[in-house]
């Protein structure tokens, strides 16, 4: 009997193997990978609290592309991307200077210099997301159809 | 008083010699009558016919020869000469001469040696016959003819403008009867108006007879002016006469081409920016006139054309410079949400007859595409590969490719990699790219415009999506996504009929760029094969600013049997973005899906079976990076073939606005310098002026790469009328002379586009004029 299992183990483990060539024959092994600078670890986010310096619509010199949200913290002034759709839509993100936000997202170093890839912005009871947690901007229209009741359904 | 006694003893003189010979002949005459001879005078009379003529340079067929009489007896040794013109048109006998002095026989007759026409054309002249003592001369009247030319084909011929004449023109030189074999003739139409040209390009032409003594000239192809009947005339070199050929242009014979189009960017309508696809197809006559059409808009999320119809295209214009291919595509819609109140205006760019570099050009929208030439009816069967772009239900930005084959109504034996952000946030677990999913549908017929539906797939991983279709051939096939909520386009190309594997990807260059909605980025690179599933070479990368510019890459590959394969940059053999430190990634474009395609096939310009053949469809399936592109067997990198006039367009994502422009243009390279002139849509305002621009300039020389050859870098200028240059940072790879990849690689924007050698434009079916207009409120020039 336990032989026989063993035996059994054995042929699972061969088909195994022969079902996964033939699976490889048909669809090479790809595996997709956080690639690039602009990757976003979710397992790195940290929050930040700190008050509004700015919003930029366009980026200055040495930003990164998109609009950016600048902010003091208790550490220094911190550079949060937003991306391209953060101001656009009805409900675009709406901070001024001097009011208090949290900010969640994943510290980088692009172009040399220290930059902030924001996902959330909270500022008092209202959550704006700006990215989800593969770091895609949202649009405005998936913010909107996120929100939808019956999410994904598009057809 | 010495001369007139020398005059009497000259006319004395011969009486008694004609008293002497008369008496010595009387002599041995029953019938004599001295004293009837003594006193008649010597006459002269032509023997033959006293008309003849011959060819410049030629012999007359007689001899002449003239009979002289004393009364009515032939006078035998009697001295006759014959005297030809001692200028113009006149001839020679034996001795080199205009003159010569033959004797009588004893039938009185003297024959001049041959005489043959000299070299100038003319006549009749006067050969003169005298005989000393006589009072008359004999005349004969010769004329030396020229070289005649006359017509072989028909004299008078029509055709329609910029169309070749059915016949070539054909002149028969004889001279007299005889052909004249190697008699140079020069055809010649008229300089201006109504008239053509031969296959050198100009007026005139001169040809060489045959042994038949015709000389045929080149197709000879009617100019774009209506008009005639107007003269070419074919001269003979040699004499100066001329045949004349009576030919009329008549207005352009009207007929009728399809084309498909599709096009996919950012629409300004419908509060935009949005992403947005437009596929159909277009039936245009020759005289530029849209007869009718059908075609799909769709930005998934509110402006979808109504299904299953889809818009009717009733009209519109087709006008393009025939030099340069460069023009407007009008096209007026039943769907008064497009457009301007339902008419869209595309700028072309038209690489030859058949295939067009076109983008939206009225400010509702950007976009760039391809337009070609419908080979209809097309049914579609066998093998494709294929690619989507666009956004998904969620309206994220979605990419996907593979492979599948159609028999009948059945979509089978389909294989698809996903690649975009098909979660909701947190609502479901991750998924970014889903490989090697399998699916099926049906596909309808096409109708007259080639368009058919592809159903009951789930290609978005979710659910199904409806997809329309459009023929260009039987291996080519525009896609487009018409559901309400999602919305993508692509192509699938034709396999033929072989099978695949890794033999299938040699040196290539290759090209991806990011979906319009999704992260802005693209990259081009060029490789080589070492050992079968590896490659090497190099690349550059613009990853929203973050440049790499030839930079080397390597790594493996694998193509299956279906053509369905991948390609993996090797990570530690990648290059590192500028600015990227260590313990970043390095880059992100790294792990590529290819889908083999038909290796008789041009993926930029399907109809083209001869030049720029096979390569792959290719989609990025890296993380965040929804990109689309191909990839193009290099073939040659020879800095001289890149040289002639070139079509060539882009797309161009930019910061600032998040707005992409597209253009289109035509210019021709001269050793690596690069001067075109073309459209610009640029609605989001990358240049000073937001709008449509025609009269846009481009240009910049191309610097090869002495390391990576085929590699090119060019700052390229594109200026609008009126306004100072933006430079562009441009790295050009070349698969061939005839087709070419560029990307932008700047930190502030980035692009993919082609450049592709021009052919023929004569088929062309436009008007000649200028571009349409856009709305006022859009043009900024």
């Not at chain 1, 600078?37 to 979710?42: A, E, I, K, L, R």
Request: charged content about 10%; proline content about 5%.
């Amino acid at each position: 009997m336990k032989r026989l299992h063993a035996g059994l183990w054995l042929l699972v483990f061969l088909l195994s193997i022969s079902h996964a060539l033939a699976v490889q024959a048909q669809s090479p092994a790809i595996a997709t990978k956080a690639a690039g600078p602009f990757s976003y670890d979710v397992s790195q986010e940290v929050t930040l609290s700190g008050t509004v310096s700015s919003v930029l619509t366009q980026p200055a010199a040495g930003m990164i592309m998109g609009s950016h949200l600048l902010f003091v913290t208790s550490s220094g002034p911190v550079d949060a991307s937003l991306g391209k759709f953060a101001l656009l839509g009805d409900d675009a993100l709406a901070v001024t200077a001097g009011q208090q936000i949290e900010v969640t997202g994943v510290a980088k170093i692009i172009k040399d210099r220290q930059v902030f890839l924001a996902r959330k912005v909270t500022a008092g009871s209202t959550v704006y997301v700006i990215r989800n947690k593969h770091g895609f901007v949202v649009s405005p229209q998936a913010r909107e159809r996120a929100t939808r009741t019956t999410p994904g359904e598009g057809q | 008083m010495n001369r007139k006694a020398y005059t009497n003893v000259v006319l004395i003189f011969p009486t008694l010699t004609l008293l002497a010979i008369s008496f010595l002949t009387g002599c041995g005459s029953s019938n004599s009558a001295p004293a009837k001879s003594v006193a008649a005078t010597p006459s002269v009379t032509p023997v033959n016919s006293p008309q003849q003529s011959a060819a410049v340079g030629t012999a007359f067929a007689a001899p002449l020869a003239a009979t002289v009489v004393s009364g009515q007896n032939p006078m035998s040794g009697a001295a006759v000469i014959f005297t030809a013109p001692a200028t113009g048109a006149s001839g020679t006998f034996a001795n080199g001469t205009n003159t010569e002095t033959d004797t009588t026989n004893a039938n009185g007759v003297a024959t001049s040696t041959t005489f043959t026409a000299n070299a100038t054309a003319g006549g009749p002249y006067m050969v003169t016959a005298t005989v000393s003592g006589g009072t008359t001369a004999a005349d004969f009247s010769l004329t030396n003819l020229a070289d005649q030319v006359t017509s072989t084909t028909g004299p008078s011929q029509s055709a329609a403008i910029n169309t070749a004449f059915a016949a070539p023109l054909a002149a028969t030189v004889v001279s007299g009867q005889n052909p004249v074999s190697g008699a140079a003739v020069t055809f010649t139409a008229p300089a201006t108006g109504a008239s053509g040209t031969f296959a050198n390009g100009t007026n005139t032409e001169t040809d060489t007879t045959n042994a038949s003594g015709v000389a045929t000239s080149t197709t000879f192809t009617a100019n774009a002016i209506i008009g005639g009947p107007y003269i070419v005339t074919a001269t003979v070199s040699a004499g100066t006469t001329t045949e004349d050929f009576s030919l009329t242009n008549t207005a352009a014979l009207v007929t009728s081409s399809h084309f498909s189009f599709y096009l996919s960017g950012l629409e300004e309508i419908d509060d935009g920016p949005n992403f947005y696809a437009l596929a159909g197809s277009v039936t245009i006559d020759s005289t530029g006139v849209v007869i009718s059409g059908e075609q799909d808009y769709n930005d998934g999320d509110g402006i979808t054309s109504p299904e299953p119809s889809g818009d009717i295209i009733l009209g519109g214009a087709l006008k393009a410079d025939p030099t340069t291919g460069q023009g407007t595509l009008v096209l007026v819609t039943n769907n008064a949400t497009l457009g301007a109140n339902g008419t869209e205006i595309l700028g072309v760019q038209f690489v030859n007859s058949s295939h067009a570099l076109i983008i939206q050009f009225d400010g509702t929208a950007t976009s760039s595409g391809s337009m070609d030439t419908q080979t209809l009816p097309s049914t579609p069967s066998g093998g494709y590969a294929f690619t989507l772009s666009g956004v998904d239900s969620g309206y994220n930005p979605v990419v996907m490719g593979g492979v599948f084959s159609i028999s009948g109504a059945t979509l089978q034996n389909g294989l698809v990699d996903i690649n975009g952000e098909v979660d909701d946030d947190d609502a479901k677990p991750a998924e970014v790219a889903t490989l090697g999913n399998a699916f099926t549908g049906t596909v309808s017929a096409p109708d007259s415009f080639g368009r058919g539906t592809i159903t009951g797939t789930n290609l978005d991983g979710i659910t199904g999506i409806t997809l329309n279709y459009y023929m260009v051939g039987p291996e080519a096939i525009r896609i487009i996504d018409v559901d309400a909520n999602d919305s993508s386009c692509g192509s699938a190309y034709g396999q033929g009929s072989g099978t695949f594997g890794n033999a299938s990807l040699g040196s290539s260059v290759f090209g991806v760029e990011g979906d319009p909605w999704g992260f802005n980025y693209a990259a081009a690179g060029q490789f080589t094969v070492p050992a079968s599933g590896t490659f090497q070479g190099v690349d550059d990368n613009d990853e929203e600013g973050e440049v790499s510019r030839a930079s080397p890459i390597s790594g493996t590959y694998s193509v299956a049997s279906s053509g369905y394969g991948s390609l993996t940059i090797a990570e530690e053999d990648g290059p590192r973005l500028d600015g990227v430190p260590e313990g970043e990634e390095k880059r992100g474009v790294s792990v590529l899906g290819i889908y083999v395609t038909d290796p008789a096939l041009n993926l930029s310009d399907p109809n083209n079976t001869v030049t720029g053949l096979g390569g792959a469809l290719v989609v990025d399936l890296d993380e965040r990076l929804t990109g689309t592109g191909l990839l193009i067997p290099q073939t040659d990198t020879s800095t001289a073939s890149f040289a002639g006039n070139y079509a060539f367009g882009a797309q161009d994502f930019f910061d600032g606005k998040f707005w992409e422009f597209d253009f289109v243009g035509q210019g021709s390279v001269t050793t690596g310098t690069l001067a075109g002139t073309g459209l610009v849509s640029d609605p989001g305002g990358f240049f000073a002026r937001p709008g449509t621009h025609t009269g846009v300039t481009f240009s910049g020389i191309a610097t090869p790469d002495a390391i990576n050859v085929g590699r090119y870098t060019i700052p390229l200028a594109i200026t609008l009328l009126g306004g100072n240059p933006d430079d562009l940072a441009v790295v050009i790879y070349q698969a061939s002379g005839g087709q070419l990849l560029l990307m932008d690689e700047n930190e502030n924007g980035m692009s993919l586009g082609s450049l592709q050698q021009q052919g023929s434009l004569t088929a062309m079916p436009a008007s000649k004029g200028a571009e349409a207009k856009v709305k006022p409120k859009q043009e900024n020039n």
